[in-house]
């Protein structure tokens, strides 16, 4: 840093001049952010149809098994200190600088255990090439710490275009990477080098737009709270991990790494939802929320305007992925993953918990109930843990129900009674914004069951009107038609007229 920098280094951390005008940064960074999704929900489908031809699914059961371990790695990595830093009101130079380099050594740390226990890993599921996979992965650990603290630094200062470019140019070079790699014959080494050549590229563009330089570790900097804080936050992201993980561990367990394999390559596509749509908003929204959290009325608003505009669009996305499961299979991945057709509509299904709890859940943390969250996601793993042991019963399929079914109609309902204790919403006003969307879900669905008996598109053409012009228009024709999501529906083409109206404007 230099000397002009440190004689201003706190006040380089400083986002008083965010809360003027709060609303209209939000309404900006949201549509920043969903562009440059819009971005990478192009690329991501062009890389996930390509990797599908150039690869077997087994290939991809092979990665993911590593996967279920390196997630856990990089849980433990982040330590919960990005949102220390952008949740604090205010927040110092020196304990930044502690932060990262704690990350650091969380980094360094969690590669030489991934090193360690990798012939564990191989002997778990008796697949000798894990070993050497996840070697290779283990350096991923400690190049990514290197630019934790520099992403809550630009999250903290709502600099969402500089967080879009450098996400769509790492996810662009690492992926173009990979499929090089596949050309020459590589296989599964092939998706080893994606993360590698990700990262890599994301540390250099941090240290590069971000103007920020760590100093030395520092002693009585005040940074024990915001550790603390972090704690309690991974406990609770250490639990979301064996959450999210259980089930394709069982699946690769019990059905191995084929089935694995179509597992992911169908999760990815069910997670378009939730990665190109709700987080996203959610990056922006974490800045939002942590700026109203001291005032309840105003966090209930924004709470259940933002909970009904993300229901809203993400399972209209959903139903659309239910119901042409098959095609987009066929489309995206090729007539070779025709097994992967009905782990794709179970899979749809259960995403339509997730912008529940993921709104939820930044709730708690904007509030400061890191711990509160903790205790709820021990909750949550229980059900789940419940439901795929007993589903195990049935093999794989019996796994996937249980996860699907404790996801919808468990653990959603848990989830309202047990916020209200530490929200300023109730129960019955998240049901009441929720339980339109999934009442126009299910009718269309039925509808559309129905109609298939005698008429179902035969070539890509009829396809696309029905499913991406028929669907959508019936779906927001029903949101009109009612009081509450009319209301949300004209919100939302406001937010998107103002957008483009500013932005035209600023040209």
């Known amino acids: 840093m230099h000397r002009k920098q440190k004689d201003n280094a706190d006040e380089y951390f400083s986002i008083a001049h965010l809360k003027s005008n709060l609303k209209d940064r939000t309404i900006k960074s949201t549509a920043v952010s969903l562009m440059a999704q819009a971005i990478k929900l192009v690329l991501q489908l062009c890389f996930i149809a390509i990797f599908a031809r150039l690869l077997e699914p087994s290939d991809f059961g092979l990665i993911a098994m590593i996967t279920i371990f390196t997630t856990l790695g990089m849980t433990i990595m982040e330590g919960g200190l990005s949102m220390a830093t952008i949740q604090r009101e205010t927040i110092t130079h020196a304990q930044v600088s502690n932060l990262f380099w704690v990350n650091l050594a969380l980094g360094a740390f969690i590669t030489a255990i991934a090193i360690l226990v990798s012939p564990i890993i191989s002997w778990i599921y008796n697949e000798p090439r894990l070993t050497l996979i996840m070697t ?9 710490s290197l630019s934790i603290q520099h992403e809550a630094i630009l999250k903290r200062h709502m600099r969402f275009k500089a967080l879009s470019f450098i996400d769509v140019s790492s996810l662009t070079v690492g992926n173009c990477a990979g499929v090089l790699a596949a050309l020459n014959n590589l296989g599964y080494w092939a998706l080893v080098i994606i993360p590698i050549a990700t990262y890599t590229i994301k540390i250099a563009l941090y240290w590069w737009i971000v103007d920020w330089r760590p ?80 005032d309840p009325e105003r966090l209930r608003k924004y709470s259940l305007s933002i909970m009904s505009k993300i229901a809203i669009v993400t399972m209209l996305i959903s139903l659309i992925m239910f119901l042409s499961a098959e095609w987009i299979i066929l489309i995206l991945l ?24 993921i709104l939820t859940a930044n709730v708690f943390v904007a509030v400061g109930e890191a711990r509160a969250l903790l205790k709820w996601k021990i909750i949550t793993l229980t059900v789940l843990l419940i439901a795929v042991v007993i589903g195990s019963n049935w093999g794989v399929w019996g796994v996937l129900w249980g996860a699907t079914l404790s996801a919808v109609l468990i653990r959603v309902p848990l989830f309202f009674i047990y916020a209200e204790k530490y929200q300023p919403v109730k129960a019955k006003e998240f049901a009441g914004v929720l339980l339109p969307p999934i009442i126009f879900v299910i009718l269309i669905v039925l509808t559309f069951k129905l109609v298939g008996n005698y008429y179902f598109p035969g070539n890509l053409f009829s396809v696309f009107v029905l499913y991406f012009i028929v669907i959508p228009i019936v779906y927001f024709g029903l949101c009109v038609f009612f009081k509450t999501t009319r209301k949300e529906i004209i919100d939302l083409i406001n937010l998107v007229r103002i957008y483009f109206k500013r932005t035209n404007m600023e040209n």
């Not at 290779?136 to 990514?144: E, M, Q, R, T, Y």
């Not at 169908?266 to 929320?289: C, D, E, H, R, Y």
């Open 136 to 144: 290779a992965l283990s350096v991923s650990f400690i190049v990514g």
């Open 215 to 294: 100093s030395s570790f520092t002693k009585k900097s005040g940074t024990k709270p915001l550790l603390g804080f972090g704690v309690d936050l991974t406990a609770g992201n250490f639990i979301t991990y064996f959450t999210n993980n259980i089930t394709p561990f069982l699946l690769g367990f019990l059905g191995g790494a084929h089935f694995l394999g179509l597992y992911n390559r169908s999760f990815n596509l069910a997670s378009i939802p939730k990665a190109q749509a709700l987080m996203p908003v959610m990056k922006v929204l974490q800045s939002t929320l942590a700026r109203v959290a001291t």
């Open 334 to 357: 090729g007539d070779s993953w025709e097994e992967a057709v009905p782990i794709l509509q179970l899979l749809a299904i259960a995403t339509i918990a997730t912008p529940i709890t």
